[in-house]
């Protein structure tokens, strides 16, 4: 089993930045396959920016640019660090974990991912 808790969402005016956290515990290695969703209200979860074993990111478009994601081996922790926030950037945004495979390169496919935090909410206001 892995835990996986995200922290350091907010409130931002467009143009402003935040940073993610995703703590993972649990039956986790310095190799998962990890990575960052985020769901508007009434849509469909979509896939932000991910990690693939060999630390190789892969980002959405709409985030190229942007968006960094990143990880800490020794904390175990991933961070999305979310730069010139547009108000279409508003949604939840969660941290998922895929472990024990091989993912190269880690897809942005929100299905693929096993173990999912709880959320941590989003928004910028224009």
């Known amino acids: 089993q892995v835990q996986v808790v995200e922290s350091g969402g907010g409130s931002v005016q467009t143009g402003g930045s935040l940073r993610l956290s995703c703590a993972a515990s649990g039956n986790t290695s310095r190799r998962d396959c990890m990575g960052w969703f985020r769901e508007y209200v009434g849509k469909e979860r979509e896939g932000v920016a991910t990690?693939?074993?060999?630390?190789?990111?892969r980002y959405a478009d709409s985030v190229k640019g942007r968006f960094t994601i990143s990880r800490d081996n020794a904390k175990n922790t991933l961070y999305l660090q979310m730069n010139s926030l547009k108000p279409e950037d508003t949604a939840m945004y969660y941290c998922?974990?895929?472990?024990?495979?091989?993912?190269?390169?880690?897809?942005?496919?929100?299905?693929?991912?096993?173990?999912w935090g709880q959320g941590t909410q989003v928004t910028v206001s224009s």
């Open positions: 990690l693939d074993n060999g630390s190789q990111a």
């Open positions: 998922a974990v895929r472990s024990g495979v091989l993912c190269l390169p880690a897809p942005l496919t929100p299905s693929y991912y096993r173990y």
